[in-house]
């Protein structure tokens, strides 16, 4: 039986094919036929024969495809089956390779120095100063050298990280450290951490920073930070804070005045919220992960209040109550108080002569307090253990501590403040 002559689709045709419960197909002739889909889609079909074996493969979607274009298509694979290729392995082989350049200009872009140098902070459990420190010293040391800026500052582009060779690195840091020895320090310490991680995620195959020469980076020396232990300037000082009218006045002064009865970390100060003070029982309680020391096997930070420190947070409530932080932002109100406030306050009362040992920062309360209560420890009675817990510093000996980590130090904590307190009011009270 000879086989039927195909007659060649028109547009009409095949704007009229409907579809029908199953799918079917409408031949044009010469290998091409269009595929109508049982939810209306209209698809072209071509096929070939190449090295003797029968092959299919779709050539678009009408009308996004034409008849016209179609068949062009169609014409083309047939051409290229003639001379032994096959269009299909073609057609892979040029995703394969575009897939390939994808990926790489990808890769390009996941291991430039920025990008690499912020995905490894976003991996740190730092405490918000720490990592907008961090993250600053990278943007001001590392990247003028490495990264291409547009006219607004921002990072356009950078080396890949791979790129970038221990020399050039040991030049940016051995001059960073003739001008600042405790930066260089830091930084190639921070470098080193940020190439291992490279490292492990493959985004360069060395870490440089183990083939820098560490002696030709500066030492830094170690330094106490400032703090007034002298009594006659420390009960100035008190004075001089309960006087207080500067910038920041209510919210700073009292600020102040807490910090130097309870000696908290800056950061804790400054971010305390009403919700971790009760003033029933006397108490301002930290959770463990708010703490520097973050160890879930120790407790969270409950500390007792004297009464002149329960005095002074009614005080604030009167004024900060209303919200949720104790201190809240000199000029922002819905945020904490900015820990630059209470240091410039220092220097407006006139705190900042370090060689006239009359230099005090919001850190350095808790030395005051140390130093003070060392001197003072057969008066007050209080163990070192118990001195060392009202800073929150905790026995570094791992055996130790898994013995002692859940000691309860609160009523012998509350003692030693309440003393504290009762001994910072005589110093003032000597003026």
């Not at 005045?257 to 970390?265: A, G």
Request: hydrophobic share 35%; net charge positive; charged share 30%.
């Amino acid at each position: 039986m000879a086989n039927r002559r195909v007659l060649p689709l028109t547009d009409t045709e095949i704007r009229n094919a409907k579809p029908k419960e199953k799918d079917y197909t409408i031949p044009d002739g010469n290998g091409l036929q269009l595929l109508i889909k049982t939810d209306g889609k209209k698809v072209w079909e071509i096929r070939y024969t190449v090295g003797g074996k029968a092959k299919k493969t779709t050539g678009g979607v009408y009308p996004s495809v034409s008849l016209k274009d179609a068949r062009a298509k169609r014409d083309e694979y047939k051409a290229k089956a003639l001379k032994g290729i096959d269009p299909i392995k073609e057609k892979q082989a040029a995703k394969l390779i575009r897939e390939e350049a994808s990926k790489a200009e990808d890769a390009l872009v996941y291991t430039q120095f920025h990008n690499v140098v912020y995905e490894w902070l976003g991996t740190l459990k730092n405490d918000h100063t720490t990592a907008k420190k961090r993250k600053r010293t990278f943007e001001r040391d590392l990247f003028p050298h490495f990264c291409t800026f547009d006219e607004y500052h921002h990072v356009v582009s950078s080396k890949p990280i791979r790129d970038i060779t221990h020399g050039e690195l040991m030049k940016i840091i051995t001059a960073k450290g003739q001008t600042a020895a405790e930066t260089a320090s830091r930084l190639f310490a921070d470098c080193n951490r940020l190439w291992t991680y490279a490292v492990a995620h493959e985004y360069t195959d060395l870490n440089i920073t183990v083939r820098i020469d560490k002696s030709l980076i500066p030492k830094s020396e170690y330094k106490n930070m400032p703090k007034i232990t002298d009594e006659k300037v420390l009960g100035e000082l008190l004075r001089a804070i309960d006087k207080y009218h500067g910038e920041g006045g209510v919210i700073v002064r009292n600020l102040l005045r807490l910090v130097s009865i309870i000696p908290l970390r800056a950061d804790n100060l400054c971010k305390m919220r009403w919700d971790q003070v009760d003033l029933d029982k006397a108490t301002v309680t930290f959770k463990r992960s708010e703490m520097k020391v973050k160890n879930k096997n120790l407790p969270d930070f409950v500390v007792p209040l004297p009464h002149q420190a329960v005095d002074i947070l009614r005080e604030v409530h009167t004024f900060t109550g209303w919200g949720k932080w104790v201190f809240h932002g000199v000029r922002d109100t819905k945020t904490h108080v900015n820990l630059q406030s209470a240091g410039k306050a220092l220097k407006l009362m006139g705190f900042n002569d370090e060689e006239s040992g009359r230099r005090q920062r919001l850190h350095s309360f808790r030395g005051t307090f140390r130093s003070l209560t060392e001197t003072y420890a057969r008066e007050h009675g209080a163990s070192f253990e118990v001195r060392e817990r009202v800073l929150d510093h905790h026995e570094q000996n791992k055996a130790v501590r898994a013995y002692t980590h859940m000691a309860d130090y609160t009523a012998q904590m509350r003692d030693l403040l309440q003393w504290w307190a009762d001994f910072l009011d005589r110093v003032r009270e000597k003026g």
